[in-house]
């Protein structure tokens, strides 16, 4: 997300604005990639963005190719850079990345001349879902002040309130949006318990860390949510998952902390009766489905900026 910075950000919002009105047609398909072929190589478990990014590219017309190492040839002892270049040699004109070891997705850009797209690497970054975050985020203001998405330039995003709850040691996707967030001018507060911050927060702009979220609830304008990350050994840095949601979960007592027009987000998939209560998922408040919708438009964005002509061809 620094490489990419206001502008580029404010470029792939843009583009997404298109893809957005594609989705809502009768038939969700435009040729802009006719002709390319994207692979997507998840090595870790994946829904939402494995399907959003298969998705984005089968409305924009591509050829995909879906592979992981359990169904490929490095079960069998083979290299992943060996695996890469065979699949790239098919003729693949981008690989889609997700791997459990931060920089994989660096190192196949460099073992290929096939662009790459960064799906999440390791405690990283996952730069796609800061950037359908923020056009969540924007959708959400627009309507506020009763205008359109397309119509609503970055500059909303000055001075917003953000405060990421949760998981921010192990959560890449805590990474990407920090990042992305305070590039368009919103001031970003962590809140978690201090086994859950990083080991330090030089280089990250954000304007407070705490470990009381009930105090910063009421100054709020979009409450982010993050998942207790078990699987990358967050659980042991919690007494019990019941002590945690005590402290952190976003109850409905706490949810009520929240001003009137405060939005709610998570990047899935929600725990339900951890970081958030099931009935706090269930209010309109709550822009998760949102947040996979536009994960779509903005991933046919991406793809479209890497693979596509020089403008949006006029059927799109």
């Known amino acids: 997300m620094q490489d990419l910075g206001a502008d ?37 478990t994946s829904t939402r963005t ?44 981008c690989f889609v990345v997700r791997h459990a070891c931060a920089g994989v997705p660096a190192q196949v850009a460099g073992w290929t ?27 959400v203001l627009a309507e506020r002040d009763g205008r359109r998405a397309e119509d609503t330039g970055t500059e909303a995003f000055a001075g917003l309130r953000v405060t ?3 998981d921010v040691a ?8 920090v990042h992305a967030l305070a590039a368009l001018g919103a001031s970003v507060t962590l809140v978690a318990p201090g086994s859950l911050l990083p080991p330090s927060l030089a280089g990250w702009p954000v304007a407070a860390a705490t470990s009381d979220l009930d105090a910063v609830l009421p100054d709020t304008d979009v409450c982010y949510l993050l998942r207790l990350q078990t699987e990358r050994g967050a659980g042991a840095f919690v007494p ?12 409905a007592r706490r949810a ?37 919708a536009n994960g779509v438009a903005v991933r046919m964005a991406v793809l479209f900026l890497l693979l596509g002509a020089e403008e949006v061809p006029a059927d799109a």
Not at 240 to 251: D, I, N
């Open 8 to 44: 580029g950000i404010a470029a792939v919002l843009r583009l997404s604005d298109r893809f957005v009105e594609v989705a809502q047609r009768a038939i969700p398909k435009v040729p802009a990639l006719r002709g390319r072929t994207v692979a997507t190589l998840f090595s870790e």
């Open 50 to 93: 494995r399907l959003s990014f298969e998705t984005a590219a089968r409305r924009l017309s591509a050829d995909v190719v879906s592979f992981s190492p359990t169904g490929s040839s490095i079960a069998k002892g083979e290299s992943l850079r060996d695996t890469v270049e065979t699949v790239a040699a098919m003729g693949v004109d």
């Open 113 to 139: 001349g096939a662009s790459v797209v960064n799906a999440g690497d390791g405690w990283h970054e996952h730069p796609t879902q800061a950037l359908l975050d923020c056009a969540t985020i924007r959708q």
């Open 164 to 166: 990421i709850v949760g």
């Open 170 to 177: 192990h959560s890449r996707v805590a990474r990407s949006d």
């Open 240 to 251: 019990s998952l019941r002590e945690y949601t005590a402290g952190f979960g976003l109850t």
């Open 256 to 292: 009520d902390r929240l001003p009137e027009h405060a939005v709610i987000l998570h990047p899935g998939p929600m725990v339900r009766g951890v970081e958030i209560a099931a009935e706090v998922a269930d209010l309109p408040r709550t822009a998760v489905l949102r947040q996979v």
